[in-house]
């Protein structure tokens, strides 16, 4: 089967550099993918990672280590406007993903 | 590009009744998906369609639910009958070819439905 584990929220301050943990138990898998959604808005897409190592983007990056079953979204230079839901996913099969619960980053002034 | 269009974006019915959600996806993308959120269960994927065939159903939750798409630029989720544990957002995305692990899905602004 298949599972997803991250927090279920974070709390920083403006500027801080805050790191969002996913672990997974999934026999076989095509990638990690990370996504933010917004209070009452659509999940967007931020990063993929089929490798193992860091892809980054700006001020977010992300990680995968397939040996550890492990990845996270790090989140460089926190603005309010990030304070959201984060969710990992994995690419089980060709389009098909199975998301976490998400994490709820909260950015305070 | 107007994004991935889903109408409408709130529903309110009572539980018996016929629900059916529509969504139009990007211009050029060829694989659609249907997902659901809720509280208790997260984002679920209920099915998925390339180039207009439904490819994996799997996650519709039951005989209730039927999901179509007659063409490239058209999908609907139909939930017959509806019942109040159907309450939740459901989401429509879509993606261009094996895009949706390299670029992601493109989601649409979702429709609330809530069943009393």
């Known amino acids: 089967g298949q599972s997803l584990e991250q927090p279920s929220e974070v709390t920083a301050v403006e500027g801080a550099i805050v790191q969002i943990n996913c672990t997974y138990q999934?026999?076989?898998?095509?990638?990690l993918s990370w996504y933010q959604q917004h209070d009452g808005g659509a999940p967007t897409f931020l990063s993929y990672n089929a490798l193992d190592g860091l892809e980054e983007t700006g001020r977010f990056s992300s990680f995968l280590s397939r040996s550890d079953s492990y990845g996270y979204l790090l989140l460089q230079e926190l603005q309010m406007k990030d304070s959201a839901s984060y969710f990992c996913?994995?690419?089980?099969?060709?389009?098909?993903?199975?998301f976490g619960a998400g994490t709820q980053v909260v950015v305070t002034p | 590009d107007a994004g991935v269009i889903q109408s409408p974006r709130h529903e309110v019915t009572e539980m018996g009744q016929e629900v059916t959600l529509r969504c139009k996806p990007i211009s050029g993308h060829n694989s659609l998906f249907w997902y659901r959120q809720t509280m208790m269960r997260g984002l679920e994927l209920l099915i998925y369609?390339?180039?207009?065939?439904?490819?994996?159903d799997s996650g519709m939750p039951e005989d209730r639910f039927s999901a179509k798409m007659p063409n490239a630029s058209f999908s609907t989720l139909k939930i017959q009958p509806s019942e109040p544990r159907d309450s939740a957002v459901y989401f429509c995305?879509?993606?261009?070819?094996?895009?949706?692990?390299?670029?992601?899905?493109?989601f649409g602004s979702g429709t609330r439905l809530t069943v009393v």
């Open positions: 999934t026999s076989g898998f095509y990638g």
């Open positions: 369609f390339n180039n207009n065939v439904p490819i994996d």
């Open positions: 995305a879509s993606s261009l070819g094996q895009g949706a692990q390299d670029y992601g899905y493109t």
């Open positions: 996913a994995v690419v089980l099969s060709w389009g098909k993903f199975q």
